[in-house]
């Protein structure tokens, strides 16, 4: 009795073993990603590689803090840029409209230096 149960227990073992490697061939069949590649990352994952991989995480991790803060920087830019020409654009109006001014009282002071000249020839 003894030797039919154990011969059972193992034949259910076998069973559950070859349905994991069948649903192992499943799973990675629907993954996107082929064999060569999980064989990669499996590599990157041995504690021999492991120091490289955590050095490379870290780098890219701080690379990209480097990125956020320097994104934020010039959001901040941006926004008091804007702020600024908004506050400015009634000066710059007032500075164009002198600009004209000025540009005119020049063309009717040259027209006066000649007709001083004329009128004192």
């Known amino acids: 009795m003894k030797t039919v149960s154990f011969a059972l227990v193992g034949q259910n073992q076998k069973q559950q073993q070859k349905l994991a490697e069948l ?3 499943r799973l990675l069949e629907q993954l996107p990603v082929d064999a060569k590649t999980l064989r990669r990352a499996a590599k990157y994952l041995d504690p021999k590689y492991l120091k490289l991989t955590a050095i ?8 990209l803090a480097a990125l956020i803060a320097f994104s934020r920087g010039r959001i901040y830019q941006a926004a008091v840029a804007r702020e600024l020409k908004k506050q400015l654009a009634p000066l710059n109006t007032k500075l164009d409209r002198l600009e004209t001014q000025n540009e005119e009282l020049r063309q009717q002071n040259e027209e006066l230096q000649k ?3 004329t009128a004192g020839d």
């Open 115 to 117: 007709q001083l000249k």
């Open 56 to 63: 490379a995480v870290g780098g890219g991790a701080a690379l």
């Open 23 to 25: 649903a192992e061939r």
